[in-house]
């Protein structure tokens, strides 16, 4: 009677664990730089799981940042709010890459930022924020690896740092004058860890890790 009941318990989870399965997903891939007076190419990566009926994948782009192209076709664009917006249906619900270029203005610069989402029924409305690259920039940003608090110095400052940015308790601004993100990531794993701020600490006392 006691395994009937775990097997219940276990059926339940597993059914209410896939209701909330995300059916398909959005990441978006920014180039590092961006040149003003020049057209810049930005991909979306769609993966579809478990194909919906439809599909809505919204854009935002910088303002006055033009469309030149877009592939597949998009549905509508308005450059008013800057909204690229590409509709997807029946068997065209698909993994695929979405690829457009915009025309960046002249007088562009600074940080620049993209946001979108996508929208879909499975049964229910959901609607999720497209992941990946948000922030494109003019100028590169210096890397030092340990210095994240970009005064041209490893100090144990730094190390605490990183170790705040693996915890969640800080969260660079972007303002920044060196990239804070890859400085922390000590050894180009592509994750901030413990290990991180550990290797960071020991630059100080000279013995590296
Ligand atoms: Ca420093
Ligand atoms: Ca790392």
Redesign the pocket.
Known sequence: MRKIGYFAILLVIILYDNSFCQSVSASRDLPNIYTPGTNMSSKIIVAVYSPPSGLIVNEYVPLGWNLVSANPAYESYDAQIGLIKWLFYSGSVQSCTITYTLAVPSSANGEKIFTGNIKYNNPNHIEVPIGGDTKVSDTQKICIKG???C?N???P??ALLAFMIYLGSHTPSGQEICDVLCASDFDSSGYITPGDALCIFREFLADPC
Do not use: L
Request: glycine share 12%.
């Open positions: 210095d994240t608090n005064d110095a490893i100090t400052g730094d």
